[in-house]
């Protein structure tokens, strides 16, 4: 079955640097886009990064660039998405998700809290 396993959050000081992983199984992974959302507490779902299907093109929100970047290995079925500079407003549950124009697949969550 479907499966997008996300990994790398955590608690982290402002200025600091995450990278989180999203580990894709059970579709041709090189046939979707992939992207990051962010949920903050109380807030709504936003869209961070997304990357096309072989890398060729990438697109943030506003806030993180120049400070986080989307990656992916279509060898590895796997997504990145380094973050430098860490704000405290970064804080919030990170998501990865497929897409192809079709069919959407999330992955669950990863914390990243960034605080002194």
């Known amino acids: 079955q479907v499966q997008l396993v996300a990994s790398g959050g955590g608690l982290v000081q402002p200025g ?15 046939n979707y886009n992939m992207s990051w959302y ?3 507490p109380e807030k709504e779902r936003e869209l961070v990064a997304v990357i096309s299907t072989f890398g060729g093109m990438s697109n943030y929100l506003d806030s993180v660039k120049g400070r986080f970047t989307i990656s992916r290995d279509n060898a590895k079925n796997t997504v990145y998405l380094q973050m ?26 990863t914390q990243v809290t960034v605080s002194s």
Request: proline share 2%; net charge positive.
């Open 16 to 30: 600091g640097s995450l990278r989180l992983s999203c580990a894709a199984s059970g579709f041709t992974f090189s």
């Open 38 to 40: 962010r949920q903050a």
């Open 84 to 109: 430098n500079i860490l704000k405290p407003e970064d804080t919030a549950v990170y998501y990865c998700k497929a897409f192809n124009g079709r069919v959407n697949y999330w992955g669950q969550g």
